[in-house]
């Protein structure tokens, strides 16, 4: 029913800023609730952002809070991830996921991920 595709990761210096962004496919993007989560080596997947169907609730991880912002576009079917401040430790797979809020067995959809690498 709905397919997510992240783009937006890559290398960047300890200091700096990405953008991530998830396009979903299907027809009721705007009734869903929209998450990130992170995956680091030899970690487990945590969650980062959440953001409610209209973008009115916003909820962070406390690892994230005063430096990432999630924002959507429900015009143009994206979840956006607007991270500023990057460190070492925010390297991962990022992932955008739907249907969902905090826990992540409650999300129904995933997208295939985006890797951030934050160097020193």
């Known amino acids: 029913q709905v397919q997510l595709v992240e783009s937006g990761g890559g290398l960047v210096q300890a200091g700096g800023s990405l953008r991530l962004s998830c396009a979903a496919s299907?027809?009721?993007?705007?009734?869903?609730?929209m998450g990130w989560f992170r995956q680091a080596p030899g970690n487990e997947r945590e969650f980062v952002a959440a953001?409610?169907?209209?973008?009115?609730?916003?909820y962070y991880a406390d690892s994230v809070k005063g430096r990432f912002t999630i924002s959507r576009d429900n015009a143009k079917n994206t979840v956006y991830l607007q991270m500023n401040s990057l460190k070492p430790e925010d390297t991962a797979v990022y992932y955008c996921a739907a249907g969902g809020w905090i826990r992540q067995d409650d999300y129904d959809y995933w997208g295939q991920g985006t890797q951030v690498t934050v160097s020193s």
């Open positions: 953001i409610n169907w209209n973008g009115g609730i916003t």
């Open positions: 299907g027809r009721s993007f705007s009734s869903y609730a």
